[in-house]
């Protein structure tokens, strides 16, 4: 059985900050849970990694809650992620069955936090790379009501097991390189990254349009949230594109994409050609050509004066 991961796809599609704060989902927003994902290093010489999650209760009156992990997987280009009760087939990233916590049920007192330590055990058939899962903690109810909808917040885990990560990025589409021609440049390019790895990595590099004349004109940066491609998935990330020079309301540009992965430092290149058109030298191009026709019209069939 999946269950919705709205709390989670909201972690996913932050930028990559030391520390962050998930909210529950309720209107009041008095659970709070940090950090919202945190990113955890195993050598393979270590047998067991410990780690702790903050668990803020400032509602007037005492809360329970359930710890359990839940399998995470990405599942499509803009970083959404299901979760599930069970393992998902074919998930060779998921970290679930090596989470254990101490306890499986704390208690909150009305207006402080608790720290609730939990550990991640090395195995062999925890294998290098990157290993993922989402720790939920469940309000839990005294109520006999097996119907009621029970509000859960959820932290993300991102583990990296080093001593044989492969690390792997490439470019999968450029929205920009679609078409040749562009009435005007957007000020964000789509880019589709794939990563065939065994690791998340972070995409980061530039995009320059150059002119005829060699001047680059538009630049830009790719993936300002630096957020992570996750292994066997494709990710679509935004480059900023500003001007930086004057550009002429009609150009032939050649673009040049250069990014690389971190880590791995994996390079990623692709080049293309587009040619921009202002919206209104088209448009002024197109009166000059509708007011030739007319006056061509007019010149062929002007009436001649009668002679007197």
């Known amino acids: 059985m999946f269950i919705s991961g709205v709390a ?24 709070q849970i940090a950090p919202a994902f945190q990113e955890i290093v195993i050598d393979d010489t270590q047998a067991s990694v ?32 299901v979760l599930a009760d069970k393992p998902l087939n074919n998930n060779d990233y998921s970290i679930a069955s090596f989470v254990t916590f101490s306890e499986s049920e704390w208690v909150v007192p009305a207006g402080q936090s608790v720290t609730v330590p939990f550990t991640i055990t090395n195995a ?21 009501d097996r119907q009621q909808v029970l509000p859960a917040i959820s932290s993300f885990v ?3 097991k080093v001593g044989g990560e492969l ?28 990563n065939q790895g065994n690791i998340h990595v972070v995409p980061r ?34 480059a900023s594109l500003k001007p930086v020079a004057f550009a002429w309301p009609i150009m032939w540009y050649n673009g040049t994409i250069t990014a690389r992965s971190e880590p791995g430092n994996v390079p990623v290149s692709r080049s ?20 030739s026709i007319v006056l061509t019209w007019k010149r062929h069939h002007r009436v001649p004066k009668n002679k007197t």
């Open 50 to 81: 410990s780690a702790t999650l903050q668990l803020s209760n400032s509602s007037q009156i005492d809360q329970t809650f359930q710890f359990y992990p839940l399998e995470i997987k990405q599942f499509d280009a803009e970083g959404r992620v």
């Open 205 to 238: 590099g530039t995009v320059t349009l150059t002119d005829l004349f060699g001047r680059v004109v538009y630049e830009g940066v790719i993936n300002l949230e630096s957020l992570f491609v996750f292994p066997g998935s494709q990710r679509t990330l935004q």
């Open 158 to 160: 991102l583990i990296r």
């Open 8 to 31: 989670a796809c909201l972690v996913l599609l932050l930028p990559l900050a030391p520390f962050h704060t998930a909210h529950a989902q309720t209107s009041s927003n008095l659970i």
């Open 167 to 194: 690390y792997h990025l490439s470019l999968s589409s450029v929205s920009l390189a679609d078409r040749l021609i562009h009435w005007s440049l957007p000020k964000q390019i789509p880019l589709t990254f794939s």
């Open 272 to 291: 293309f050609q587009v040619l921009v058109i202002e919206p209104w030298i088209s448009i002024g191009l197109t009166a000059i050509v509708i007011g």
């Open 124 to 144: 062999p058939r925890l294998s290098p790379g990157g290993h993922y899962a989402a720790l939920i903690a469940r309000l839990k109810t005294n109520s006999a």
